[in-house]
């Protein structure tokens, strides 16, 4: 792999997040990256623990004079979220991502970067592969799938840590010291179609340009979710046309809100130019609404051949109109505590459906936990009473603010030392693994720190070289003094 960062290194921060970077790790894919990481400790004899999960463990000794000082882990993930433009021919799977350097942001090539969570991974190697950083005894843990649910942090095995203290790598803004997250869970709806074969001519409708992004920190940014604009667009059209449904794909991944939809119908050939020219007319009043937030919207629509397709009978078409447009999404519930905080909300971040199947993957978080509950038990509800099947998978406690933590106060000292400014304390509605393992380590005082990061969970993603630069100094001056 070219060394694209090596322009720009500092103190080997981005020698590693480029090494990392050659390493597909997807969620459910972390065999290689925990691989990489385990001869990594096994190169500089560090003492280092894999288990079933892929969870690696890598402990370092304090540094001379630190020995009776109470250690820190540092953690993250290994695993980031793969989102690519509908262009792109990126294979997740196999292909090194294609990094780029535009002015003071690291990015990749129509996909994700993967700063979120590579950026923890990197740090801490930088860290424990040199020896002139003052320390106490630090113990390294990086998980594995936590953007599917927490998983690996949800199967650690915790007895060989011995922290006091935990600084967790996954926040997305300099000026932010983050103390507390939401817990969340996904869930999923499946249903069975019922199919018929359909004579007529197959229009293809495309949903691109929407923003997408990270379904908690973006909650309150007014994005559009692009199987509910199509589900919009699909009632909309059925008030003029007689047409069958036969397929709609839309999102990659149910904690980031879908950017993009395809959807294939199947309508009479003397109407197929008229439908054509409806949906662009729909195009333009969309448009019109969403043109602060999404200006780049657009849908392209495409006239295939006549042909008899296999699609959707209407019943269940309507089951999945009824499913999408009547199912909550978005915030539901905003913090009476914490001004400006979303307590509540929900993402539709999967929709896949065939004349055989439907399914859909939500993202379901909130701040309290019997809340969360209540927005699992109203899609349970609503999908049994449409005739299908639910499941919860990944589900994950939240980190509750803790009123006296000395970390945060040594972290709040040296941010203001370092940047001359007040950071800014914030409780996130997102998913972090403090909440987990607070739960197993009763008593580990907390905080989550990262550098500038944007539009995390999109092609768009980017990094701050200056801001990367900027947090791991603050980071290794906070170390020296713990």
Same mark, same amino acid.
């Given at each position: 792999?070219?060394?694209?960062?090596?322009?720009?290194?500092?103190?080997?921060?981005?020698?590693?997040?480029?090494? *990392?970077?050659?390493?597909?790790?997807?969620?459910?894919?972390?065999?290689?990256?925990?691989?990489?990481?385990?001869?990594?400790?096994?190169?500089?004899?560090?003492?280092?623990?894999?288990?079933?999960?892929?969870?690696? $463990? *890598?402990?370092?000794?304090?540094?001379?004079? !630190?020995?009776?000082?109470?250690?820190?882990?540092?953690?993250?993930? %290994?695993?980031?979220?793969?989102?690519?433009?509908?262009?792109?021919?990126?294979?997740?799977?196999?292909?090194?991502?294609?990094?780029?350097?535009?002015?003071?942001?690291?990015?990749?090539?129509?996909?994700?970067?993967?700063?979120?969570?590579?950026?923890?991974?990197?740090?801490?190697?930088? *860290?424990?592969?040199?020896?002139?950083?003052?320390?106490?005894?630090?113990?390294?843990?990086?998980?594995?799938?936590?953007?599917?649910?927490?998983?690996?942090?949800?199967?650690?095995? =915790?007895?060989?840590?011995?922290?006091? !203290?935990? *600084?967790?790598?996954?926040?997305?803004? /300099?000026?932010?010291? +983050?103390?507390?997250?939401?817990?969340?869970?996904?869930?999923?709806?499946?249903?069975?179609?019922?199919?018929?074969?359909?004579?007529?001519?197959?229009?293809?409708?495309?949903?691109?340009?929407?923003?997408?992004?990270?379904?908690?920190?973006?909650?309150?940014?007014?994005?559009?979710?692009?199987?509910?604009?199509?589900?919009?667009? %699909?009632?909309?059209?059925?008030?003029?046309?007689?047409?069958?449904?036969?397929?709609?794909?839309?999102?990659?991944?149910?904690?980031?809100?879908?950017?993009?939809?395809?959807?294939?119908?199947?309508?009479?050939?003397?109407?197929?130019?008229?439908?054509?020219?409806?949906?662009?007319?729909?195009?333009?009043?969309?448009?019109?609404?969403?043109?602060?937030? /999404?200006?780049?919207?657009?849908?392209?629509?495409?006239?295939?051949?006549?042909? =008899?397709?296999?699609?959707?009978?209407?019943?269940?078409?309507?089951?999945?109109? &009824?499913?999408?447009?009547?199912?909550?999404?978005?915030?539901?519930?905003?913090?009476?505590?914490?001004?400006?905080?979303?307590?509540?909300? &929900?993402?539709?971040? $999967?929709?896949?459906? =065939?004349?055989?199947?439907?399914?859909?993957?939500?993202?379901?978080?909130?701040?309290?936990?019997?809340?969360?509950?209540?927005?699992?038990?109203?899609?349970?509800?609503?999908? /049994?009473? &449409?005739?299908? +099947? !639910?499941?919860?998978?990944?589900?994950?406690?939240?980190?509750? !603010?803790?009123?006296?933590?000395?970390?945060?106060?040594?972290?709040?000292?040296?941010?203001?030392?370092?940047?001359?400014?007040?950071?800014?304390?914030?409780?996130?509605?997102?998913?972090?693994?403090?909440?987990?393992?607070?739960?197993?380590?009763?008593?580990?005082?907390?905080?989550?720190?990262?550098?500038?990061?944007?539009?995390?969970? +999109?092609?768009? /993603?980017?990094?701050?070289?200056?801001?990367?630069?900027? %947090?791991?100094?603050?980071?290794? +001056?906070?170390?020296?003094?713990?």
């Amino acid at each position: 792999m070219a060394e694209v960062l090596s322009s720009i290194d500092y103190k080997k921060i981005f020698h590693f997040f480029e090494e *990392i970077s050659s390493v597909p790790r997807g969620s459910r894919n972390n065999k290689g990256i925990s691989d990489y990481l385990v001869q990594f400790a096994k190169d500089r004899g560090l003492y280092y623990e894999q288990d079933e999960m892929l969870n690696v $463990i *890598i402990i370092k000794d304090a540094t001379p004079g !630190y020995e009776d000082h109470d250690a820190v882990i540092l953690q993250g993930h %290994m695993d980031m979220v793969c989102i690519k433009e509908p262009d792109s021919d990126h294979d997740f799977e196999k292909d090194p991502l294609k990094l780029s350097i535009d002015g003071d942001f690291i990015k990749a090539d129509r996909t994700s970067l993967g700063g979120d969570n590579g950026i923890a991974i990197a740090y801490a190697l930088a *860290i424990l592969d040199s020896d002139e950083y003052a320390h106490p005894r630090l113990e390294v843990v990086i998980t594995t799938d936590e953007e599917i649910g927490l998983l690996g942090a949800t199967a650690l095995d =915790t007895k060989s840590l011995k922290a006091k !203290y935990m *600084i967790n790598i996954d926040s997305e803004e /300099e000026s932010n010291i +983050t103390v507390g997250c939401a817990g969340g869970m996904t869930s999923i709806s499946e249903f069975t179609m019922k199919e018929e074969k359909v004579t007529g001519v197959k229009v293809t409708c495309q949903v691109r340009g929407l923003r997408g992004g990270h379904s908690g920190v973006d909650a309150k940014k007014h994005r559009t979710n692009a199987t509910i604009l199509v589900a919009r667009m %699909m009632d909309d059209l059925r008030k003029e046309f007689t047409f069958s449904l036969a397929s709609l794909m839309s999102g990659e991944k149910d904690n980031a809100i879908p950017s993009a939809s395809d959807v294939e119908f199947v309508v009479a050939e003397q109407d197929a130019e008229a439908f054509a020219q409806k949906i662009t007319a729909l195009n333009n009043v969309y448009a019109a609404e969403i043109k602060t937030p /999404e200006p780049d919207f657009k849908v392209v629509v495409t006239k295939g051949d006549k042909g =008899t397709y296999e699609c959707l009978t209407k019943e269940s078409f309507d089951q999945v109109i &009824l499913y999408i447009l009547f199912q909550p999404n978005g915030i539901q519930t905003m913090s009476a505590d914490i001004e400006g905080l979303v307590e509540s909300s &929900l993402n539709l971040g $999967i929709c896949k459906v =065939t004349p055989k199947t439907a399914v859909f993957s939500y993202s379901v978080r909130s701040s309290v936990a019997t809340y969360k509950a209540f927005l699992s038990n109203k899609i349970k509800m609503f999908t /049994e009473f &449409l005739g299908g +099947t !639910y499941r919860v998978e990944g589900e994950y406690p939240g980190w509750e !603010y803790r009123q006296d933590s000395k970390l945060r106060d040594i972290f709040v000292k040296h941010y203001k030392e370092e940047f001359n400014r007040e950071p800014v304390i914030e409780v996130i509605h997102a998913g972090l693994e403090c909440g987990i393992l607070a739960d197993k380590m009763p008593g580990l005082d907390m905080v989550s720190i990262g550098p500038d990061m944007f539009d995390v969970h +999109t092609p768009m /993603e980017r990094l701050s070289i200056s801001s990367t630069k900027r %947090m791991f100094d603050y980071l290794v +001056t906070v170390l020296k003094e713990l």
